[in-house]
């Protein structure tokens, strides 16, 4: 069966760092793009970054580009989230998804989901 588990998130203060890891299982890592998605209380889902079947090629939503930094280890089935400079409006919930073949930035549009694991920002 598939399994996407984040780990990695905690409280941090404004103008620090987190690295996200998503480890992946029960599919062909190469066959999937992969995503980070992040939901807020009370906010929808929304697409933060994605990464090719390769690695060649990603995409970033606005407000964290030139912040987080999203790679993949085809070794080892994992995918990272490198959250620099952070904000206070960075907390959330975030999810790694996986996806056949190419990424999308609509969380319907994703194959599978890990079970989120929060980011809290203090100011």
């Known amino acids: 069966q598939v399994q996407l588990v984040e780990s990695g998130g905690g409280l941090m203060q404004a103008g620090g760092s987190l690295r996200l890891s998503c480890a992946v299982s029960g599919l062909t890592f190469s066959n999937y793009a992969m995503g980070w998605f992040r939901q807020a209380p009370g906010k929808e889902r929304e697409f933060v970054a994605g990464?090719?079947?390769?690695?060649?090629?990603?995409y970033y939503e606005g407000s964290v580009k030139g912040r987080f930094t999203i790679s993949r280890d085809s070794a080892k089935n994992t995918v990272a989230l490198q959250m620099n400079s952070l904000k206070p409006e960075d907390t959330a919930v975030y999810f790694c998804?996986?996806?056949?073949?190419?990424?999308?930035?609509?969380?319907?549009?994703?194959?599978?989901w890990g079970q989120g694991t929060q980011v809290t920002v203090s100011s």
């Open positions: 990464i090719s079947r390769d690695g060649g090629s990603t």
């Open positions: 998804a996986a996806r056949w073949v190419y990424f999308k930035l609509l969380p319907n549009e994703w194959n599978y």
